[in-house]
């Protein structure tokens, strides 16, 4: 996976991106326990592709309840455009068997072509970065970290947003990121803050003013450069909030789904959706 999105951040870079480089140690070790997860909670919708015993290709898959999402997908470069990422996405899909789906794409162009070949729409993302001016922050209260007993009303919140909740994946999340929310009647929502990359990593409300207040609260605990990302474009309350608090706006790849709406108010995970 490394090799494979190293060579893919390398051929996308734009003039103004920082030189794309490998995980450190501490990063693979938390994308090999986030792959681990998704095995052990879904392993027929994880698939590889091998030649002569070396694995060339995967793809990530996982059904919660109704809905369908691809974590992570990808085919080494040197083994790209013959076919091997189309079987992977037949067999990802088979896993499916027609349910709603999500994913966050990449702009590659062998990829782009199988999602929209394979029927999905594809709504194109924009992101805000850089350093966030704390002159800007808001006072902000009602909201509180989160808490295991918290995720009933969560996977309720993310059943309206997006058809299915996120099940299992807020339990490792609440062990891998912190969990902010905001429980007050009528104005439920939850933000998940990755302390390692100092950026938003899931938001979800009940409605524009709960998501503000929630993007406000994760842009306030961002100490450097930050990132906020997977912005749709039915969601313009977050490129409101990033300019006010003076981040940059520009765009990042498309949030693929099918059979379902732009879920909103909600920023999507790249990686949980
Ligand atoms: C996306 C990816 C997994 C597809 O795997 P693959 O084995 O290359 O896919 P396939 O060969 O089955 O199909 C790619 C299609 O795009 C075409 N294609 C391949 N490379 C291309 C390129 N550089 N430009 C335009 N089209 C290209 C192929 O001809 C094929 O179309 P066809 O089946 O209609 O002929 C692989 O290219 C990849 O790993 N890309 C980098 C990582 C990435 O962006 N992953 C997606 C994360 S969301």
Redesign the pocket.
């Known amino acids: 996976m490394a090799v494979?999105?190293l060579e893919?951040d390398r051929l996308g870079r734009r003039w103004d991106d920082p030189e794309p480089e490998p995980p450190d140690a501490a990063a693979s070790r938390r994308w090999i326990d986030f792959v681990g997860h998704l095995l052990s909670t879904d392993p027929g919708g994880c698939h590889v592709a091998e030649e002569s015993g070396d694995i060339v290709?995967f793809a990530i898959s996982q059904n919660r309840g109704r809905v369908w999402y691809l974590a992570?997908?990808?085919?080494l470069p040197d083994?790209?455009?013959?076919?091997?990422?189309?079987r992977?996405m037949d067999a990802v899909l088979a896993h499916a068997d027609g349910r709603p789906g999500l994913?966050?794409?990449?702009t590659?162009?062998?990829?782009t072509?199988?999602y929209r070949?394979a029927g999905f729409t594809l709504h194109p993302q924009m992101r805000m970065v850089g350093r966030v001016d704390r002159s800007t922050l808001p006072a902000i209260g009602g909201l509180r970290d989160g808490r295991p007993d918290d995720l009933e009303w969560m996977d309720r919140l993310d059943t309206s947003l997006r058809g299915g909740g996120h099940g299992p994946d807020h339990l490792h999340m609440l062990h891998t990121l912190r969990l902010v929310v905001s429980d007050a009647r009528d104005h439920r929502g939850y933000v998940y803050i990755d302390p390692h990359r100092d950026r938003p990593a899931l938001l979800a409300a009940e409605n524009v003013p709960t998501a503000e207040t929630l993007l406000w609260e994760a842009l306030a605990a961002t100490r450097d450069q930050t990132l906020v990302n997977c912005v749709t474009t039915a969601n313009h309350w977050a490129v409101d909030v990033g300019l006010a608090a003076r981040l940059d706006l520009d765009q990042e790849g498309y949030l693929a789904l099918r059979g379902m709406p732009e879920p909103f108010p909600y920023l999507a995970s790249g990686h949980y959706l």
């Open positions: 494979t999105f893919a290709g992570t997908y990808g085919v083994r790209q455009g013959r076919g091997i990422g189309r992977l994913f966050s794409a990449t590659h162009p062998a990829a072509r199988r070949l």
